[in-house]
């Protein structure tokens, strides 16, 4: 009966109809893509979708599962239009990527998203972010152009410590191990590595000069200092936060919400603890989201004008 229940509530919040456009924009070397979703009927406002180290789907080499599209056709249910977008270096905006990698920063990822917020902004009116994962760092750092953020997934702890953390469940040898802790601790420092880590899972992609600006952000400190609504979902069964997270993330001021639906992991799915199960489901497109979710979104989302910053 709970899981017929679920299939219903799904299904009132993603199968309406919408139609979805690519969207382009001129980023040398390359140009930065994006899905664009409008429901039928016209949308009260637009979100902007930030991923965290997948493309605009919510994909990467090897996990397919379609997160985050499968949620913009949900907020489409709900009278939402949404945009998400492939971050430089990833899916279509591969090719954005500067052919230099010393001076690309996170400075350019926000830029990139601001610009998002303005397209956004001209073809929908007010708008909203959600951010996932490392995604999420990048909406707090442009949020007080929108009138509400959703952090999904998103620790309080710097990303140096999630990298950490995430290490240990990778089944690393102890001289891997040690070679990638060494080389983020030089990061943390402010320099380059002393030698060359093991690529793993992409975790180096971007370069030194990146790395280095992604760890010294601090997402309480970022937060603190914003005043825009926001909500922080972050699952119980999430491998890639805490159950502290959530908690933190919210003590940080007034304004900030969190919530942490029973057994929903890092890809919106419901999914039991144990490691290997949990990670079955990241390459499962054919499963649906937690069907907390996306009602809790569009409640966040549609609840009447919010203030910014």
């Not at 939402?80 to 899916?91: K, Q």
């Not at 490392?134 to 007080?144: F, I, K, M, P, S």
């Not at 603190?224 to 159950?243: I, K, M, Q, S």
């Not at 039991?272 to 569009?298: G, I, K, M, S």
């Amino acid at each position: 009966m709970r899981a017929r229940v679920a299939w219903l509530i799904l299904a009132c919040f993603g199968l309406a109809g919408f139609t979805e456009t690519t969207v382009r924009r001129p980023a040398p070397p390359g140009e930065l893509v994006g899905s664009f979703v409008q429901p039928d009927g016209g949308a009260r406002h637009g979100v902007l979708i930030l991923p965290g180290g997948t493309d605009r789907d919510g994909n990467r080499p090897g996990e397919y599962n379609d997160n985050l599209k499968l949620l913009a056709q949900g907020l489409a249910g709900c009278g939402l239009a949404s945009l998400r977008v492939d971050i430089r270096g990833t899916g279509d905006s591969t090719k954005a990527l500067p052919w230099e990698l010393d001076g690309y920063t996170v400075d350019l990822t926000e830029a990139d998203a601001a610009g998002w917020l303005d397209w956004l902004r001209a073809h929908t009116g007010a708008v909203d972010l959600i951010g996932q994962g490392e995604g999420g760092l990048t909406a707090l750092r442009v949020g007080g152009a929108a009138s509400r953020i959703v952090l999904l997934g998103v620790a309080a702890r710097r990303p140096a410590a999630v990298l950490r953390d995430r290490l240990s469940g990778l089944g690393l040898s102890a001289a891997a191990h040690a070679r990638i802790g060494a080389a983020i601790a030089a990061l943390e420092a402010g320099r380059g590595p002393d030698e060359q880590p093991p690529a793993i899972g992409g975790l180096f992609r971007l370069g030194t000069s990146y790395l280095i600006s992604l760890f010294k952000l601090d997402p309480l400190a970022e937060l603190r200092h914003l005043h825009t609504a926001t909500l922080v979902v972050n699952g119980t069964t999430d491998l890639e936060t805490t159950p502290q997270d959530g908690p933190r993330l919210a003590a940080t001021r007034p304004g900030v919400t969190a919530i942490a639906p029973a057994f929903m992991n890092h890809v919106l799915r419901v999914a039991p603890r144990d490691w290997t199960d949990n990670l079955a489901t990241y390459e499962r497109a054919d499963l649906p989201l937690h069907p907390q979710l996306v009602p809790a979104l569009c409640r966040f989302l549609g609840a009447g004008p919010a203030h910014g910053r």
